[in-house]
Structure formats: structure tokens, C-alpha cells
């Protein structure tokens, strides 16, 4: 069994700093891109920053240049460093991760249960 949890999340103002976390855990053989999503109130849930095994990094148009995705690849950790805060950068921040949990297995996408980020102005 594999699961993810974030954390990090929390309020913080305008122009703030937060870094979200998200651990994976359990039966992992091996651990392929890793992403970070929001979904703010009433719209879509949408991709704000994924990252690949080798450390290749995609970013949505809105959060370029405040915000960095890293991993540590031991820890099978992913880390969200989003600096400039907005109050539109508000939502529920879930990570994904494309595991593998034994050789030969198809890689699964698991995801966390979601963190909290309010940015209020």
C-alpha cells in the first residue's frame, strides 16, 4: 500500500512564502514524476507544477517564476517552495506521484489527500 501525505499548508499573506511537502510511503520500488496540484473554490482542479525521476520541471503560466518544484529522490519526497503568494495562488494543494511498487508492476499515479493554502490580501 502506498500513500501520500502533504503538509505545509496553511494561511499566509500576500506576498508571503509557503513550502508545501508530500511524502510517499510504503511499497515503493520506484517513484516517476511527481506533481503538485490546486483547485481553488468553485473551479477546476489544475496542474501548477510537475517534475519528473531525472528533475525536469513544468510549471502553469500563473505561478512561473514564484514558484519551485524539487524532490528528494531518498525520501521519495516533493517539495512546492511558492514565494510571492497571491491571493488567487488560494486552494487545496494536492500532490501526485507515479509509482511503481515492485519491478515487472505497471507504474500506479497515487495521490494525497489535499492541503489547505489561503493567501489573504
Known amino acids: 500500500q502506498v500513500q501520500l501525505v502533504e503538509s505545509g499548508g496553511g494561511l499566509a499573506q500576500a506576498g508571503g512564502s509557503l513550502r508545501l511537502s508530500c511524502a510517499a510511503s510504503?511499497?515503493?520500488?520506484?517513484?516517476?514524476?511527481m506533481r503538485w496540484y490546486r483547485q481553488a473554490p468553485g473551479k477546476q482542479r489544475e496542474l501548477v507544477a510537475g517534475?519528473?525521476?531525472?528533475?525536469?520541471?513544468t510549471y502553469a503560466d500563473s505561478v512561473k517564476g514564484r514558484v519551485t518544484i524539487s524532490r528528494d529522490n531518498a525520501k521519495n519526497t516533493v517539495y512546492l517552495q511558492m514565494n510571492s503568494l497571491k491571493p488567487e495562488d488560494t486552494g487545496v494543494y494536492s500532490c501526485?506521484?507515479?509509482?511503481?511498487?515492485?519491478?515487472?508492476?505497471?507504474?500506479?499515479?497515487?495521490w494525497g489527500q489535499g492541503t489547505q493554502v489561503t493567501v489573504s490580501s
Open positions: 510504503g511499497r515503493i520500488f520506484n517513484v516517476n514524476a
Open positions: 501526485a506521484a507515479v509509482i511503481q511498487e515492485k519491478p515487472r508492476l505497471m507504474p500506479i499515479e497515487y
Open positions: 517534475i519528473t525521476s531525472d528533475g525536469d520541471t
